[in-house]
């Protein structure tokens, strides 16, 4: 069976370990209806990227937008309604080493701690939320900065993700990049799972770090140009 090694994961959140997808389209459907916006768009914006990011992107003048962002961070901070883990992220949190993994997200750290524990995962002592960075994804800021905490090699890291912006962030931080979920852009591979179901953390005294033995097959799709 096919191993990955890392000297450390780090993971995206929603999308790659939670599930938040009915919540994330209803909050940005009712941003789409107040400003006469289409949905489609906004959420192929908005899809890995911070709120804030987002509605920058879709509204001109700074005061509405920052006022358009406090009222969707406090929608998405209190409701949890809908999510779930994605099928697998318990059982492979639950085997990995303490402190061998990272999250992070485009989203603030409130959110997150929300979200993670709304989806019975736990939060790791490294978690990288929108409020730690200056430059969101597709930066690989947050990646850079989650490796260097958790005293890796970016390029030694692996990490998971599963929208483009997040992909473009995690091959610019160097780390290998392993798409979660569907997603299929634009050129160049990277390995591709559906879930993190048969994924297991094997234990391996000449490799330091985290080896993962995986299910086959390994899928393979494209992934996005930096």
């Given at each position: 069976?096919?191993?990955l090694?890392?000297?450390?994961?780090?993971?995206?959140?929603?999308?790659?370990?939670?599930?938040?997808?009915?919540?994330?389209?209803?909050?940005?459907?009712?941003?789409?209806?107040?400003?006469?916006?289409?949905?489609?768009?906004?959420?192929?914006?908005?899809?890995?990227?911070?709120?804030?990011?987002?509605?920058?992107?879709?509204?001109?003048?700074?005061?509405?937008?920052?006022?358009?962002?406090?009222?969707?961070?406090a929608?998405?901070?209190?409701?949890?309604?809908?999510?779930?883990?994605?099928?697998?992220?318990?059982?492979?949190?639950?085997?990995?080493?303490?402190?061998?993994?990272?999250?992070?997200?485009?989203?603030?750290?409130?959110?997150?701690?929300?979200?993670?524990?709304?989806?019975?995962?736990?939060?790791?002592?490294?978690?990288?939320?929108?409020?730690?960075?200056?430059?969101?994804?597709?930066?690989?800021?947050?990646?850079?900065?989650?490796?260097?905490?958790l005293?890796?090699?970016?390029?030694?890291?692996?990490?998971?993700?599963?929208?483009?912006?997040?992909?473009?962030?995690?091959?610019?931080?160097?780390?290998?990049?392993?798409?979660?979920?569907?997603?299929?852009?634009?050129?160049?591979?990277?390995?591709?799972?559906?879930?993190?179901?048969?994924?297991?953390?094997?234990?391996?005294?000449?490799?330091?770090?985290?080896?993962?033995?995986?299910?086959?097959?390994?899928?393979?799709?494209?992934?996005?140009?930096?």
């Amino acid at each position: 069976m096919p191993q990955l090694h890392g000297a450390a994961l780090l993971f995206d959140m929603d999308g790659t370990l939670v599930d938040s997808t009915a919540l994330v389209e209803s909050t940005w459907a009712g941003f789409s209806d107040r400003h006469g916006l289409d949905l489609e768009q906004v959420l192929a914006f908005a899809h890995g990227r911070p709120t804030a990011k987002t509605v920058g992107h879709f509204i001109p003048d700074p005061r509405l937008a920052a006022s358009e962002t406090r009222r969707l961070v406090a929608r998405e901070e209190s409701q949890t309604a809908g999510i779930t883990q994605v099928p697998g992220a318990r059982e492979l949190l639950a085997a990995l080493p303490q402190g061998s993994w990272a999250v992070v997200t485009s989203a603030g750290r409130k959110l997150a701690t929300v979200r993670l524990a709304a989806a019975g995962l736990p939060v790791p002592e490294v978690l990288v939320s929108a409020d730690d960075v200056t430059h969101g994804k597709p930066h690989p800021e947050g990646y850079l900065l989650a490796a260097a905490v958790l005293g890796a090699e970016p390029a030694a890291t692996i990490v998971f993700e599963d929208s483009e912006a997040g992909v473009r962030a995690g091959l610019a931080s160097g780390g290998r990049t392993v798409v979660i979920g569907t997603l299929a852009t634009r050129d160049g591979v990277c390995e591709r799972y559906a879930d993190f179901r048969g994924f297991q953390v094997t234990a391996d005294p000449a490799r330091p770090g985290v080896v993962l033995t995986l299910p086959e097959p390994v899928a393979v799709g494209p992934t996005a140009r930096l």
